[in-house]
């Protein structure tokens, strides 16, 4: 049985669903007496979730999980850390440089010296050959954080992976891993390797079909705007067409390679917004992929149920500009790396684009550009670019609103709205971290393979 810690951080019903997919049994631990030697009903115990270092340590003292775990893991008992998870068995963190962590393996966590943060998509990651539970595994796994772990023992390191330098991906002590990136997302190689960890050895290894590289990937993401159960697309927010299942229509672009999947209420009501979660609960439960949930969300509470729906981020456009203090708020309670800030922007002028609301119907006056900068200040890990002008048109993606963004923000940016050409799609990935596709996709007129073979021709990295 394992055992799966709550640190109030993350979504915690991707790791639910891939053990379940795995047939392994685990149920979240209830109290720290639970993790006593003599009485645990468990043999094994995963720490999951994103999340802040100093909020998650104070949890865990408070709580009495820390010296819990500690007695746990110090005799050599099964222990799987996963992002957070693995940060806190260090000794101190700069995202919270007097809160102490566990303290189990010496070293610390720093900030990524680099512009742009959260790292977040594919990265390539290489396990040194005598991993005791990933073989010789080399793959791209999904990772989403602002801090790396530097442990001051060599041998510690189990992996590695690469974002500004070089750093340790993953550690491993014995029956003690851990891993920085999030096995549950990570399509089928992060299925084997968490069955290889369940099963105690590296029984399986997860290097099939896959494109060797090194650091992170462009990422291929589709968009499923959903009205009422069904996904529907329109041109510049208008003429919406019946475009399919959303369920049916995530299975297939999971199993075509697709990077994440975004989930757009459009019709943004309580009842459009049920039946959009219900979607979203039904791909998680199968679908071992990052998914982005938005529309509709005006508060921590709506974003909560979004999580715990089995959304691993959310997208918020409407609210936030109405009350900004939102992306904050949104950020304290799940970590900036879950909180999309989406801009549906239009050109008013040279050089010049406002940010739109309510689904592109009022302008609200604000510079779109110095809106994404002024969103990334306040707690937006991520910004999901829309340009209403391009949308739905097959004309090309906004080029100069693409790279005003990528400028004034320091987060990854998801470029939206106009593909129409695999060499549009092309310079949208080359100019932003991410393109996002509908329309083309929708209606057969190309598939995710097509788009990543043709992108790696043209010098572009992509996850296979």
């Known amino acids: 049985m394992v055992g799966i810690i709550d640190p109030e951080a993350g979504n915690l019903a991707s790791v639910v669903n891939a053990l379940e997919r795995l047939k392994i049994p685990a149920r979240f631990v209830r109290s720290p007496d639970e993790l006593a030697p003599a009485a645990s009903p468990f043999d094994k115990i995963i720490f999951p979730g994103d999340g802040h270092f100093g909020q998650v340590m104070q949890m865990l003292n408070r709580s009495g999980y820390a010296d819990a775990l500690r007695r746990w893991i110090e005799p050599g008992r099964r222990f799987l850390g996963i992002c957070i998870g693995m940060q806190i068995l260090f000794e101190t963190s700069e995202e919270a440089p007097d809160v102490p962590g566990l303290g189990i393996i010496k070293g610390k966590v720093k900030k990524f010296p680099v512009r742009k943060i959260p790292q977040i998509g594919w990265n390539w990651t290489q396990f040194k050959a005598n991993s005791a539970f990933a073989g010789t595994l080399s793959s791209h796994f999904y990772y989403i954080h602002s801090y790396y772990c530097l442990p001051d023992n060599e041998a510690d390191a189990a992996a590695s992976a690469c974002y500004g330098l070089p750093y340790t991906s993953a550690v491993e002590r014995g029956n003690l891993c851990a891993v920085q990136f999030h096995p549950e997302k990570s399509g089928e190689a992060g299925l084997t390797l968490l069955k290889n960890w369940a099963n105690g050895g590296a029984t399986e290894l997860v290097s099939k079909n896959q494109t060797s590289g090194s650091g992170l990937t462009k990422r291929i993401i589709p968009c499923l705007d959903v009205d009422d159960g069904r996904v529907v697309k329109g041109v510049k927010f208008k003429e919406i067409a019946d475009a399919g299942c959303p369920v049916e229509l995530a ?12 989930f757009l209420d459009i019709g943004a009501s309580y009842k459009s917004r049920a039946t959009l979660l219900d979607a979203v ?19 921590v509470e709506d974003m909560r149920l979004a999580m715990n729906a089995g959304a691993d981020k959310v997208s918020v456009c409407t609210a936030a500009l109405e009350r900004p203090a939102l992306l904050t708020e949104m950020a304290a309670a799940y970590g900036s790396q879950c909180v999309v800030l989406s801009i549906d922007a239009k ?19 604000k510079n779109a550009v110095e809106w994404a900068a002024e969103a990334a200040a306040l707690g937006a890990g991520e910004i999901l670019l829309n340009s209403i002008d391009a949308d739905g048109t097959g004309s090309g993606y906004d080029l100069e609103l693409i790279r005003a963004v990528m400028d004034a923000a320091p987060v990854p940016v998801i470029a939206s709205g106009g593909a129409g050409s ?43």
């Open 422 to 464: 695999l060499e549009q799609i092309r310079e949208a990935a080359s100019a932003a971290d991410a393109a996002l596709v509908a329309s083309l996709l929708h209606f057969g007129k190309t598939n995710i393979p097509e788009i990543k073979n043709y992108l790696q021709k043209n010098g572009l990295a992509v996850r296979g």
């Open 281 to 299: 609960r039904k791909t998680a439960a199968e679908v071992f992929i990052p998914l982005c949930v938005g529309g509709g969300i005006r508060s």
């Open 251 to 262: 299975r297939r672009y999971n199993a075509e390679g697709a990077d994440e999947l975004i």
């Open 347 to 365: 050109r008013t002028g040279k050089n010049r684009w406002n940010a739109f609301a309510k689904g592109g119907r009022i302008d609200t006056g």
